[in-house]
């Protein structure tokens, strides 16, 4: 499967999830570390797709809303670039049949 | 109870473990409060699909007989995959009640009710920022709102447990030591989950399957890949899932989504979930670090539990009977400490012992090697003999007209020859560590 099938296939699953959502978001990535970094490995391992490198500007775009709330990207970010917290009380996703 | 604490004990996380610690803080005649930062119980939580009666009832005593299950699971199938084939091995006791598939926001939902029903507060929509110490002890934690305090902190905060990292007690989050799952739930007819499986009508029979091998050829980078992949049988869905490491991940720079696509795509599990509707789709780390790497589980005025704990063998995939039986220590261990009034480590110690006269440490010490062992013979254990099985059973099934004698003999000097002999006995020495590990025990 190539990049942009995968994509399409996290976006189709993840539309079979109740979240409920904040308007602030959980994640903060530090860009001046992201620019650096050549891994870029949150743009992959993620399985929510949360993280989006910006082809222009090359810094890290992040979809917070999708975040399944692993801690993937947190313990693999190889500059240590992402402060990694939990959704306020009540917010994030609502996994109902897992 | 001092006048400068709310509470007798806070326990952060609603759980297995964080649940299973206040039941039994409670129903001791202990003031205990139960925070959970998700609106529901459960349903921040993943896992395979099924919880183990034996600890279950270590806390929950007789009213496991009112678990809401699904379906109890009493068939377990270990099956190794190649490209197109696949061997398997089945043991079925369709009387044994060892393992209940439910899911996770059932699971949560019904032991919240019993520790209500113990006298436990519960708090759910409270999420902790951070613990309040004083003089290096933990006495309390903050949420959003309001300060809270008590002598004594059960961290159950699952595997991520930012507070124990905040606190010291877990510095080393390596990648290499957490595995990452994705999981499909997918909804069939009940009647066709019966007959796909062979299973009972009245859920009294599932089936578990655990798959090993990654040669599925097409996707790039997943040969030699180190896999678990896992089926469950609920009333009318299925779950499906793989677990991968995350160091793994990263240097292959493959998507837990595309593994498990991979996955349903094989011939072997295709026709088994064909047909159905994917209702939900979830991902969660597991903690694999085991003993080698376990964080510090207790300091002044505060234990660690279950997933936050790291207390896993992903071996069994065993996590909610560590969880449960773990929460259950630490609550006896906060009641130990109320009755003499000192929260101390040295007091809280006595938590360590327990956990050390338990199957956790005793187990988690066992296999304390057996996840990398097995790990660093990937390629053994992922490609090289389930194709050496297939090879096998081709001639065992194959009737090619040709002497049997011939045929196994040339398997045998291709056992050998198709690789270096020196990793042959890599595999001897790893499996055999393992087996002797697991024998000697603690």
Not at chain 2, 9 to 24: D, M, T
Not at chain 2, 143 to 154: H, L
Request: with cysteine; glycine share 6%.
């Amino acid at each position: 499967m190539d990049n942009k099938e995968n994509k399409k296939s996290i976006q189709e699953k993840l539309n079979t999830i109740k979240y409920n959502c904040g308007n602030k978001t959980h994640l903060v990535v530090d860009n001046k570390k992201c620019k650096k970094c050549k891994q870029k490995t949150c743009s992959f391992i993620c399985p929510a797709n949360v993280y989006v490198i910006d082809d222009e500007t090359k810094e890290t775009i992040v979809q917070y809303e999708n975040c399944l709330e692993c801690g993937a990207c947190r313990i693999s970010c190889p500059q240590e670039a992402i402060e990694w917290c939990y959704p306020e009380s009540g917010q994030g996703v609502i996994f109902k049949n897992s | 109870m001092s006048n400068d604490f709310n509470t007798d004990v806070i326990v952060v996380g609603a759980g297995p473990a964080g649940i299973s610690a206040a039941i039994e803080i409670a129903k001791n005649g202990r003031k205990v409060v139960l925070l959970e930062r998700a609106q529901y119980p459960g349903s921040k939580n993943v896992y395979g699909g099924a919880v183990y009666h034996k600890a279950l009832e270590f806390v929950f005593k007789d009213q496991v007989q009112e678990l809401p299950y699904e379906r109890i699971i009493n068939e377990h199938t270990y099956s190794f995959l190649n490209e197109d084939s696949s061997f398997e091995m089945t043991y079925k006791n369709a009387n044994s009640k060892n393992a209940y598939a439910i899911k996770r926001f059932n699971l949560e939902h019904w032991m919240i009710e019993q520790a209500k029903k113990q006298g436990v507060y519960y708090s759910p929509n409270t999420l902790v920022k951070k613990l309040i110490e004083n003089n290096g002890s933990v006495i309390g934690v903050e949420t959003e709102f309001e300060q809270y305090f008590a002598p004594v902190v059960i961290l159950a905060d699952g595997v991520n447990s930012l507070l124990a990292k905040k606190l010291g007690l877990r510095e080393n989050f390596k990648s290499k030591n957490f595995i990452l799952s994705a999981k499909e739930v997918i909804k069939l007819n009940k009647k066709i989950i019966e007959q796909r499986f062979n299973l009972k009508e009245d859920l009294t029979n599932g089936v578990n399957k655990q798959y090993f091998g990654s040669d599925f050829g097409k996707l790039k980078g997943i040969k030699n890949l180190f896999m678990m992949s896992y089926l469950y049988t609920f009333k009318d869905t299925i779950s499906i899932g793989v677990g991968v490491n995350l160091e793994d991940l990263a240097k292959t720079k493959l998507n837990i989504n595309e593994v498990l696509d991979a996955v349903k795509q094989h011939p072997d599990i295709a026709p088994l979930i064909e047909d159905g509707q994917l209702i939900e789709y979830s991902a969660h780390l597991i903690p694999e670090g085991g003993f080698n790497n376990l964080p510090k589980l207790y300091a002044n005025g505060v234990m660690l539990v279950g997933d936050a704990a790291g207390f896993v063998n992903s071996v069994h995939f065993e996590g909610t009977n560590f969880a449960l039986v773990s929460g259950k220590l630490a609550g006896e261990t906060a009641l130990i400490a109320l009755d003499d009034n000192d929260f101390r480590e040295s007091k809280l110690s006595v938590y360590k012992e327990k956990l050390e006269e338990s199957f956790i440490l005793k187990d988690l010490y066992a296999y304390r090697n057996v996840i990398e062992l097995l790990h660093s013979r990937a390629n053994s254990l992922s490609v090289y003999y389930p194709n050496k099985i297939k090879e096998f059973f081709e001639i065992v099934t194959g009737v090619s007209c040709t002497p049997k004698a011939k045929e196994f003999r040339g398997f045998l000097i291709q056992f050998i020859k198709d690789r270096k002999i020196s990793e042959l006995f890599k595999d001897i020495y790893a499996f055999s560590k393992c087996a002797l590990d697991v024998l000697l025990g603690k």
